[in-house]
T-cell receptor, first 114, second 115 residues
Framework: AQTVTQSQPEMSVQEAETVTLSCTYD???????LFWYKQPPSRQMILVIR??????QNATENRFSVNFQKAAKSFSLKISDSQLGDTAMYFC???????????FGGGTRLMVKP | NAGVMQNPRHLVRRRGQEARLRCSPM?????VYWYRQLPEEGLKFMVY????????ESGMPKERFSAEFPKEGPSILRIQQVVRGDSAAYFC?????????????FGSGTRLTVV
């Protein structure tokens, strides 16, 4: 069974600054996919970024980037130039290559302060 | 192209009543997944369905919960004889194929409150 752990229940950052959210996971699978989802107060689950485990290059989507350390089973999310609209819950998630089910971490509540 | 549509957005039921949650997948998606989110927690997998078939229901409680995805119409998650502990947000997601490596598309969820 896979587990996903987010060790930071809450974080805050000043607008325009950079923040990093941590995520670790445990699996015996060799190939898998990792995701970060954003859940704003509207409750919609929004896919922020996706990483394939067999790719060494870290994924980047505009102001969002990841630091994927496969050996350490770590998958952190860096948000640059934080904006007020980034205020949300952020969930890290894992799915094995042949799997059907996403396993989510417990989430990190991010507050961007003006 | 409308996204994943869930209704109702909010549902209030008294203990012992039945709750029916509906999910229409994105156009062209034939795979549907239901997740439950308890307050201040991450989403937990419940069930995975294709048209007319339940593929994986390992996350579904053994009693009172059932799901279907008929040939025509939306997927339905049914909770019979609801209890206070069923209060949660229920999310539906869809994908075009059975290995959603590109991540699901989620609906906005149904918040069930049992009073």
């Amino acid at each position: 069974a896979q587990t996903v752990t987010q060790s930071q229940p809450e974080m805050s950052v000043q607008e325009a600054e950079t923040v990093t959210l941590s995520c670790t996971y445990d699996t015996s699978e060799s190939n898998y996919y990792l995701f970060w989802y954003k859940q704003p107060p509207s409750r919609q689950m929004i896919l922020v970024i996706r990483q394939e485990a067999y790719k060494q290059q870290n994924a980047t989507e505009n102001r969002f980037s990841v630091n994927f350390q496969k050996a350490a089973k770590s998958f952190s999310l860096k948000i640059s130039d934080s904006q007020l609209g980034d205020t949300a819950m952020y969930f890290c998630a894992f799915i094995p290559d042949a799997g059907n089910m996403l396993t989510f971490g417990g989430g990190t509540r991010l507050m961007v302060k003006p | 192209n409308a996204g994943v549509m869930q209704n109702p957005r909010h549902l209030v039921r008294r203990r012992g009543q039945e709750a029916r949650l509906r999910c229409s997948p994105m156009k062209g998606h034939s795979h549907v997944y239901w997740y439950r989110q308890l307050p201040e927690e991450g989403l937990k997998f419940m069930v995975y369905l294709q048209k007319e078939n339940i593929i994986d229901e390992s996350g579904m409680p053994k009693e009172r919960f059932s799901a279907e995805f008929p040939k025509e119409g939306p997927s339905i998650l049914r909770i019979q004889q609801v209890v206070r502990g069923d209060s949660a947000a229920y999310f539906c997601a869809s994908s075009p194929m059975g290995a959603p490596n590109y991540g699901y598309t989620f609906g906005s969820g149904t918040r069930l409150t049992v009073v």
